[in-house]
């Protein structure tokens, strides 16, 4: 059960899906990954929380409450570390931007192509280990007004602040359009808050 009164608006929700979820299955391992799902946390003005994610249906707002009993996934909630931003006032301002930006989403629809394209580019790596480079560089499915969990989260964060504008970018140096739940994991600009403490 994760404790309500530890989260602030901003935090980050990783979901590891319940039960037999061929999708989600898919994402782990094509991802090497305990996480398949992410969403952002934030309070409205009448202190009741939510999550803004991009489900199949597309980008929608989910009472907190519907996940925090963990029955229907195991949870992890990390935030952004203040040092990743210049100062208090950037970090303070850059959550603002981020969740306003996320908020903004809600309703468009679902990245379907861009998700097929990452389905596409982990299958390749598994089966050419040396054949990486040969990648193409971003994700050529991807449309500019629809969103997978992770890139929605990714675009919304993009450019809050000045000194790490990719604050998911990992090893790869990939974008918004290749991220997945495992970058905002491993990210080394967020810390464990509550749930389940494993990367």
């Given amino acids: 059960m994760i404790d309500k009164t530890l989260l602030i608006s901003g935090d980050i929700f ?25 969403g952002l946390y934030y309070t409205d003005l009448y202190n009741q929380g939510f999550i803004i994610e991009a489900l199949g249906g597309g980008v ?33 301002s850059g959550l603002a931007l981020a969740i306003g930006r996320i908020k903004g989403k809600i309703g468009l629809k679902y ?21 990486r480079t ?3 560089v971003g994700n050529p499915l991807q449309r500019r007004e629809e969103f ?16 790490h504008p990719y604050l998911f970018q990992g090893k790869t140096m990939q974008k918004c359009d290749t991220s997945t739940p495992r970058d905002i994991s491993k990210s080394m ?3 464990f808050v509550a749930g389940k403490d494993l990367v």
């Fill in 111 to 131: 990245d379907w192509g861009a998700i097929a394209w990452l389905g596409i580019k982990y299958i390749f790596k598994g089966i050419y280990k040396k054949g």
């Fill in 189 to 191: 600009w967020v810390k």
């Fill in 134 to 136: 040969f990648i193409p």
């Fill in 60 to 92: 929608v707002k989910t009472p907190v409450e519907k996940y925090l009993d963990e029955k229907r996934s195991i949870l992890r909630v990390v935030r952004i570390k203040p040092e990743a931003f210049k100062d208090t006032l950037e970090y303070d």
């Fill in 14 to 38: 990783l979901f590891h899906s319940r039960g037999f979820n061929p999708f989600s299955m898919g994402i782990r391992q094509l991802t090497q990954s305990f996480w398949n799902h992410t």
């Fill in 148 to 163: 997978y969990c992770a890139e929605l989260l990714c675009e919304g964060f993009s450019g809050a602040s000045t000194i």
